[in-house]
């Protein structure tokens, strides 16, 4: 840009920086962009050139949907408060977009008459092992006969990812799957675990698999071959409410996996386990103390064992994060390093 150059009228100014003139005045009357000159007898507005950066960086940032208020520090106040201005709005319009995106899902899975389609593309050896994650989380026995869903898996494609979920009610684990392409609607499937099994064995030594939903019914191919999953005709619960309603923990506690399932499988005698934390510790009640990294006031808490166990084994890689918000709600059971895995555990009373 040439600053000996003239001033120009607000139409030549507005085609320049992408602004209509309307957005000019606007602006003009908030005081955030002043004309260079306005004719005392005519009323028109003239700009100048250099002030074609700051009209440009203002009009990326409405477009950003900041508010003005927000957007005349950005373009007035120090580069810091600038920073910290911009990082709140992209973490406001981040959450307000997931939460749209998850509603429109919902409706979507919804509406009668539709049929669910969708297609996914997978690692195989990845969806065995997602499979054999979220496997032990499925109910069995007198809680699957009262509830059956409980007895599946969800196959749920959304937000970019293919997600298995299952819950027996005391055990909740998702494992959420990158995926090599996905496309349709979202959608999700309630599917048997011993077939899903069965195709997660035929999968593990397939480079990549493609999974397509089609109504009632889910098809799997990959090496020249396909498989079929029946899909059941019920709703599964609404795991995301559980996980969204998690409040915030009190204490973290990061220990070798490894050593906390030998802990705990090799404690004697009937009823809960018993977990306590000190300076650096972490306890099993009759049983070992292992060095562990804790955050929070100290902690006692219980669980069925067999529960934990499963939870422990689930995970991957030789460290276990354990998130407690209290003795009475859900413990999230993460693998330190494999964020896309997560499961909860809910405690019993303490003996």
């Known amino acids: 840009m040439n600053d000996d150059e003239p001033l120009m009228g607000i139409g030549a100014f507005a085609r320049r920086v992408g602004l209509t003139p309307s957005a000019l005045r606007f602006y003009d009357d908030c005081a955030v962009l002043r004309p260079a000159r306005v004719d005392a007898a005519t009323g028109y507005r003239y700009y100048a050139p250099e002030q074609a950066p700051r009209a440009t960086l203002l009009r990326r940032l409405r477009e950003a949907e900041l508010p003005l208020v927000e957007a005349t520090a950005v373009l007035d106040g120090p580069p810091e408060e600038a920073r910290e ?17 998850a509603a429109i899902e919902d409706v979507l899975r919804e509406l009668p008459g539709g049929v669910r389609r969708g297609q996914v593309r997978v690692g195989g050896a990845e969806l065995a092992g997602a499979v054999r994650q979220v496997g032990s989380a499925v109910a069995t026995d007198a809680v699957r006969e009262e509830f059956p869903v409980l007895g599946r898996v969800l196959l749920e494609l959304a937000e970019e990812e293919l997600r298995l979920v299952a819950t027996d009610r005391y055990r909740l684990s998702v494992r959420a799957l990158r995926p090599i392409a996905i496309s349709g609607e979202p959608c999700g499937v309630p599917v048997g675990i011993e077939e899903l099994r069965e195709v997660a064995s035929w999968a593990r030594g397939l480079a990549e698999v493609a999974i397509e939903v089609a109504g009632a019914e889910v098809r799997v191919r990959g090496g020249g071959e396909e498989r079929g999953l029946p899909v059941a005709d019920e709703v599964f619960p609404a795991y995301r409410m559980v996980l969204d309603g998690l409040a915030t923990a009190r204490h973290r506690v990061i220990t070798d996996r490894s050593a906390l399932c030998a802990a705990v499988a090799e404690r004697g005698g009937d009823g809960p386990v018993v977990l306590r934390t000190g300076d650096g510790e972490l306890t099993v009640e009759g049983g070992r ?11 006692r808490i219980a669980f069925d064992p067999a529960l934990l166990l499963s939870a422990l084994e689930a995970g991957v890689g030789p460290d276990v994060l354990l998130e407690v918000v209290s003795g009475a709600e859900p413990v999230v059971v993460r693998s330190a390093d494999q964020g896309s895995f997560t499961t909860l555990v809910m405690p019993v009373r303490t003996p």
């Open 85 to 101: 201005v911009l990082r709140a709005h992209l973490r406001r319009s981040s959450e307000s977009a997931a939460a749209a995106r």
């Open 289 to 299: 103390t292992l060095s562990a990294l804790c955050t929070g006031p100290p902690l």
